[in-house]
């Protein structure tokens, strides 16, 4: 299969590029950039200028590809709406360039209040109605018209060397403040997942998976954030504290939305159905092999997920 990969430099989509060539898909990569397309193709892909905001591209990639991997996203968590807005229309243009066949067309989403908060969200969830899933409702609105389009959920922390989402960020701010935070009691939870185990779960949903089903990148379901914290005041030798609702916007900024969310998620579905199970590395004892403070000054501008 030739796969159309959106992304194909990012964290996540620079472990997808190679598991599909390793298992004989020919990889078709948007690059923005020169560096981009020299790692591309060091890789074995092959390039295809362009990015996210030039629809053309976007539209003569799919084109020319037997299947879809959208895994681009403008990472900017404290301006989400239009970012939101952005990958809503180049799924929209993908989708219709895919149209009227049977050609897969993967499209990234996230675990985030897929459930009322503290209830385990499931594959056959919905989203809460009151906040916007920009990239579900274009995959939805694609379904209807009869594209083969799946859902990949992500949860909020992917991890692994070279990560620079939530996680890094939590560790710059810990740097800043000189302390360690999680909100109330932290008993709250967020879901995870390696990279490493991400990157195949997209070429089984891209190979196997069902027309309009929704999948599930979850490894740990629910890691207690007070426990995330704990690894990070141990990497930094800082202290560990609670902080407030209300003091929670000035010490973690935007991230304040995020901290406190207890939304585990579970891949149950997704391992039965596909045969996907995780296996390597969880948070915490990722977090504590040390690698996130060697490189986390280079890493912690942008979210790499929805």
Same mark, same amino acid.
């Given at each position: +299969?030739?796969?159309? $990969?959106?992304?194909?430099?990012? @964290?996540?989509?620079?472990?997808?590029?190679?598991?599909l060539?390793n298992?004989?898909?020919?990889?078709?990569?948007?690059?923005? /950039?020169?560096?981009?397309?020299?790692?591309?193709?060091?890789?074995?892909?092959?390039?295809?200028?362009?990015?996210?905001?030039?629809?053309?591209?976007?539209r003569?990639?799919?084109?020319?590809?037997?299947?879809?991997?959208?895994?681009?996203?403008?990472? =900017?968590? /404290?301006?989400?709406?239009?970012?939101a807005?952005?990958?809503?229309?180049?799924?929209?243009?993908?989708?219709?360039?895919?149209?009227?066949?049977?050609r897969? @067309?993967?499209?990234?989403?996230?675990?985030?209040?897929?459930?009322?908060?503290?209830?385990?969200?499931?594959?056959? =969830?919905?989203?809460? #109605?009151?906040?916007?899933?920009?990239?579900?409702?274009?995959?939805?609105?694609?379904?209807?018209?009869?594209?083969?389009?799946?859902? +990949?959920?992500?949860?909020?922390? $992917?991890?692994?060397?070279?990560?620079?989402g @939530? $996680?890094?960020r939590?560790?710059?701010?810990?740097?800043?403040?000189?302390? #360690?935070?999680?909100?109330? =009691?932290?008993?709250?939870?967020?879901?995870?997942?390696?990279?490493? =185990?991400?990157?195949?779960?997209?070429?089984?949903?891209?190979?196997?998976?069902?027309?309009?089903?929704?999948?599930?990148?979850?490894?740990?379901?629910?890691?207690?954030?007070?426990?995330?914290?704990?690894?990070?005041?141990?990497?930094l030798?800082?202290? $560990?504290?609670?902080k407030?609702?209300?003091?929670?916007a000035?010490?973690? /900024?935007?991230?304040?939305?995020?901290?406190?969310?207890?939304?585990?998620? /579970?891949?149950?579905?997704?391992?039965?159905?596909?045969?996907?199970?995780?296996?390597?590395?969880?948070?915490?004892?990722?977090?504590?092999?040390?690698?996130? @403070?060697?490189?986390?000054?280079r890493?912690?501008?942008?979210?790499?997920?929805?």
């Amino acid at each position: +299969m030739r796969v159309f $990969v959106t992304g194909a430099t990012g @964290f996540i989509g620079s472990a997808i590029v190679p598991e599909l060539i390793n298992a004989g898909h020919k990889v078709l990569g948007l690059a923005r /950039s020169d560096a981009g397309a020299k790692s591309l193709a060091a890789a074995g892909a092959e390039v295809h200028r362009g990015s996210l905001e030039d629809l053309d591209s976007l539209r003569s990639g799919a084109a020319a590809a037997d299947g879809v991997i959208h895994t681009a996203f403008i990472h =900017d968590f /404290s301006n989400y709406a239009p970012a939101a807005e952005k990958d809503q229309r180049a799924i929209e243009t993908l989708g219709t360039a895919l149209a009227g066949s049977r050609r897969p @067309f993967v499209v990234t989403s996230g675990t985030l209040l897929v459930q009322r908060q503290g209830e385990l969200a499931t594959e056959e =969830d919905g989203p809460v #109605s009151n906040f916007p899933r920009k990239s579900e409702d274009a995959a939805e609105s694609l379904a209807a018209r009869g594209v083969n389009v799946l859902a +990949m959920r992500l949860p909020p922390s $992917v991890h692994g060397d070279g990560d620079h989402g @939530f $996680v890094p960020r939590l560790i710059s701010i810990a740097r800043e403040k000189g302390v #360690s935070a999680y909100v109330g =009691d932290g008993t709250n939870r967020w879901p995870a997942v390696h990279r490493l =185990d991400a990157a195949p779960l997209y070429r089984l949903v891209l190979e196997k998976g069902s027309a309009g089903a929704k999948y599930h990148a979850v490894g740990d379901e629910g890691v207690p954030f007070r426990d995330i914290a704990a690894a990070i005041g141990r990497q930094l030798n800082v202290p $560990v504290v609670s902080k407030s609702p209300d003091e929670a916007a000035a010490h973690f /900024s935007w991230l304040s939305h995020f901290v406190a969310i207890d939304c585990p998620a /579970s891949s149950a579905l997704t391992q039965q159905r596909l045969g996907w199970h995780p296996v390597h590395t969880a948070l915490i004892p990722d977090l504590d092999r040390g690698r996130y @403070f060697e490189t986390e000054e280079r890493t912690h501008a942008a979210p790499s997920h929805r």
